[in-house]
């Protein structure tokens, strides 16, 4: 998800020794996550102070997300990654499957104002297998420098003839069939009941059609704002905080479209058999902490899973003229026509529909 290439696989260590000496070093825990501007708000909220009050040794692997490594780790029986930043669908799907440790919720640390963690995760954030840390979101962006009076809507992402040019899309079924059905006029509300249709399915793909000879497909979330910067495509779809950080990190010229976002969690999983698994768990609690989510929505404009997290959200780390609070896609204006992925669906269909996807593609 979510500063430029994903090392997707590949180790990075991280040399964070901080206080803690090799000598006082209480062993090593894999973090599993997306790369890119969003690894760094975890390294710098959750990795650095993990590191700094227990010793332990964070080694970071970037990956583009999906259950396939998890399930071939655990059926092999050789589990090298202790905790996983993961999609819900994935939870849901990975923990029903039984590759993921359960999670005792009354474990997870109260909030800041003594709150039960129960209690303070936002409704539908706490699951068997998960706990989640942020709310992100799919939006559309375009370079402002290069497009004057900019799409405004979904529909505008999908007009060629009113805005032509390349457009970026995510390689698979999830979201661009909700992108394409509310360019087509289903309002937000109602995309998953024509989605769960074959008809809906239908007019999604049809809707599809339009564009797909002018779509440049991206698989890891660097991709868009590289794209968008030499002038590949004239919009992408993007993960939200990826945009955000091309334009306040790059001063990049970005605009958000935030009409028709998709908007989601990330949540942390532990793969069943981890090496690690009580370090991972210790790292899991400590994440998800109040102050530790708000830390990391300094960094990166996803909002924080939990109640008490949102009033220590100040400005961007790096720059104290930007208001995060605005940039979230939490915030009441830029949810007016949004869609929640509705994690139930995609757990039940992603199979099918990615095979659809597929098979629509190579056509």
Same mark, same amino acid.
């Given at each position: 998800?979510?500063?430029?290439?994903?090392?997707?696989?590949?180790?990075? !260590?991280?040399?964070?020794?901080?206080?803690?000496?090799?000598?006082?070093?209480?062993?090593? %825990?894999?973090?599993?996550?997306?790369?890119?501007?969003?690894?760094?708000?975890?390294?710098?909220?959750?990795?650095?102070?993990?590191?700094?009050?227990? !010793?332990?040794?964070?080694?970071?692997?970037?990956?583009?997300?999906?259950?396939?490594?998890?399930?071939?780790?655990?059926?092999?029986?050789?589990?090298?990654?202790?905790?996983?930043?993961?999609?819900?669908?994935?939870?849901?799907?990975?923990?029903?499957?039984?590759?993921?440790?359960?999670?005792?919720?009354? +474990? @997870? =640390?109260?909030?800041?104002?003594?709150?039960?963690?129960?209690?303070?995760?936002?409704? !539908?954030?706490?699951?068997?297998?998960?706990?989640?840390?942020?709310?992100?979101?799919?939006?559309?962006?375009?370079?402002?420098?290069?497009?004057?009076? #900019?799409?405004? +809507?979904?529909?505008?992402?999908?007009?060629?003839?009113?805005?032509?040019?390349?457009?970026? @899309?995510?390689?698979?079924?999830?979201?661009? $069939?909700?992108?394409?059905?509310?360019?087509?006029?289903?309002?937000?509300?109602?995309?998953?009941?024509? %989605?769960?249709?074959?008809? #809906?399915?239908?007019?999604?793909?049809?809707? @599809?059609?339009?564009?797909?000879?002018?779509?440049?497909?991206?698989?890891?979330?660097?991709?868009?704002?590289?794209? %968008?910067?030499? !002038?590949?495509?004239?919009?992408?779809?993007?993960?939200?905080?990826?945009?955000?950080?091309?334009?306040?990190?790059?001063?990049?010229?970005?605009?958000?479209?935030?009409?028709?976002?998709?908007?989601? @969690?990330?949540?942390?999983?532990? =793969?069943?058999?981890?090496?690690?698994?009580?370090?991972?768990?210790?790292?899991?609690?400590?994440?998800? *902490? +109040?102050?530790?989510?708000?830390?990391?929505?300094?960094?990166? &404009?996803?909002?924080?899973?939990?109640?008490?997290?949102?009033? %220590?959200?100040? +400005?961007? *780390?790096?720059?104290? &003229?930007?208001?995060?609070?605005?940039?979230?896609?939490?915030?009441?204006?830029? $949810?007016?026509?949004?869609?929640?992925?509705?994690?139930?669906?995609?757990?039940?269909?992603?199979?099918?529909?990615?095979?659809?996807?597929?098979?629509?593609?190579?056509?």
């Amino acid at each position: 998800m979510k500063l430029t290439k994903l090392l997707t696989g590949t180790a990075i !260590g991280l040399a964070m020794a901080m206080s803690a000496t090799t000598a006082n070093a209480e062993g090593e %825990l894999t973090v599993v996550s997306w790369g890119g501007a969003y690894t760094k708000s975890q390294v710098e909220a959750y990795h650095k102070p993990f590191i700094e009050k227990t !010793g332990v040794k964070i080694n970071s692997e970037d990956y583009n997300g999906g259950i396939a490594e998890i399930k071939a780790q655990v059926e092999a029986g050789n589990v090298s990654w202790d905790i996983v930043d993961v999609e819900l669908s994935d939870a849901i799907r990975a923990c029903d499957e039984g590759l993921l440790e359960t999670i005792d919720h009354s +474990t @997870l =640390p109260a909030g800041a104002d003594g709150t039960p963690a129960t209690e303070d995760f936002i409704e !539908g954030t706490l699951y068997d297998c998960a706990v989640a840390n942020i709310v992100w979101s799919t939006i559309f962006a375009y370079d402002s420098s290069k497009i004057e009076n #900019g799409p405004k +809507t979904m529909a505008d992402f999908f007009d060629l003839e009113k805005f032509p040019g390349k457009r970026g @899309l995510r390689k698979g079924a999830k979201v661009n $069939l909700e992108f394409a059905l509310i360019a087509d006029g289903v309002a937000a509300k109602d995309v998953y009941s024509v %989605l769960d249709t074959p008809e #809906g399915v239908d007019r999604a793909f049809k809707k @599809l059609d339009t564009i797909k000879s002018e779509v440049v497909w991206w698989e890891a979330g660097a991709q868009p704002p590289q794209l %968008l910067a030499d !002038g590949e495509v004239a919009m992408t779809t993007a993960y939200n905080g990826r945009i955000f950080n091309a334009v306040a990190g790059e001063n990049k010229p970005f605009n958000i479209v935030w009409d028709g976002q998709v908007w989601d @969690l990330d949540l942390w999983v532990i =793969p069943k058999g981890a090496k690690n698994k009580d370090k991972a768990m210790d790292f899991l609690k400590f994440s998800t *902490a +109040t102050e530790q989510l708000a830390a990391q929505a300094s960094w990166i &404009s996803y909002g924080p899973a939990r109640k008490s997290s949102a009033p %220590l959200v100040g +400005t961007y *780390a790096t720059n104290a &003229s930007i208001d995060m609070g605005p940039q979230m896609p939490t915030s009441p204006a830029n $949810l007016s026509n949004s869609v929640q992925n509705n994690f139930e669906f995609w757990a039940d269909n992603a199979d099918q529909l990615n095979e659809r996807f597929n098979a629509w593609l190579a056509n």
